[in-house]
T-cell receptor, first 110, second 114 residues
Framework: GQNIDQPTEMTATEGAIVQINCTYQ??????LFWYQQHAGEAPTFLSY????GLEEKGRFSSFLSRSKGYSYLLLKELQMKDSASYLC???????????FGSGTQLTVLP | DGGITQSPKYLFRKEGQNVTLSCEQN?????MYWYRQDPGQGLRLIYY???????QKGDIAEGYSVSREKKESFPLTVTSAQKNPTAFYLC?????????????FGSGTRLTVV
């Protein structure tokens, strides 16, 4: 089975940096994804890690350690619009479906 | 433009009634998925289909049924056997090789039991 853990809530200040952690236990790991989801909307793709290391994409970076079953999403220069839920998801198995964590609700304060 | 369409956006159902949620895609994707999301929770997989006329149960299939008669369509029926159907339902599709990296989500259907 799959087990994905991430913090339920985080709060940060506009302009700051925040790191959202995700730990997972899975079989047949193919890759790890981060999605952003605003309330009542569909998730939108942020990043994808399949190999160990850091992937950088503008203000967002994501890190993966497969041996530790650990990933983090780093958000820099926080903006108010970054207030949203951030979902960690693991792709596994031959069907390559995604299993999602419960999400981390990030609140950015002025 | 290609995309994935879910309808309706909001749906109300009386207890004991079956209801069908529509999901249509014109992306020529082979795989389609249904997820359920409860408030403050992540997405949980209900059913998925990798090819026409074939589908597999996900983690929470009880009380739901699906069909995949056409490549572009993957309707989800919420039956009266589903005891707590009020939730946000998301449909997604992907290429057969793209897996999660090729996921496209619909805009979701919010189902409320009244």
């Amino acid at each position: 089975g799959q087990n994905i853990d991430q913090p339920t809530e985080m709060t940060a200040t506009e302009g700051a940096i925040v790191q959202i952690n995700c730990t997972y236990q899975t079989s047949g790991f193919n890759g790890l994804f981060w999605y952003q989801q605003h309330a009542g909307e569909a998730p939108t793709f942020l990043s994808y890690n399949v190999l160990d290391g850091l992937e950088e994409k503008g203000r967002f970076s994501s890190f993966l350690s497969r041996s530790k079953g650990y990933s983090y999403l780093l958000l820099k220069e926080l903006q108010m619009k970054d207030s949203a839920s951030y979902l960690c998801a693991v792709e596994s198995g031959s069907a390559r479906q995604l299993t999602f964590g419960s999400g981390t609700q990030l609140t950015v304060l002025p | 433009d290609g995309g994935i369409t879910q309808s309706p956006k909001y749906l109300f159902r009386k207890e004991g009634q079956n209801v069908t949620l529509s999901c249509e895609q014109n992306l020529n994707h082979d795989a389609m998925y249904w997820y359920r999301q409860d408030p403050g929770q992540g997405l949980r997989l209900i059913y998925y289909s990798q090819i026409v006329n074939d589908f597999q149960k996900g983690d929470i299939a009880e009380g739901y049924s699906v069909s995949r008669e056409k490549k572009e369509s993957f309707p989800l029926t919420v039956t009266s056997a589903q005891k707590n159907p009020t939730a946000f339902y998301l449909c997604a599709s992907s290429t057969s090789t793209g897996g999660g990296y090729g996921y496209t989500f619909g805009s979701g259907t919010r189902l409320t039991v009244v």
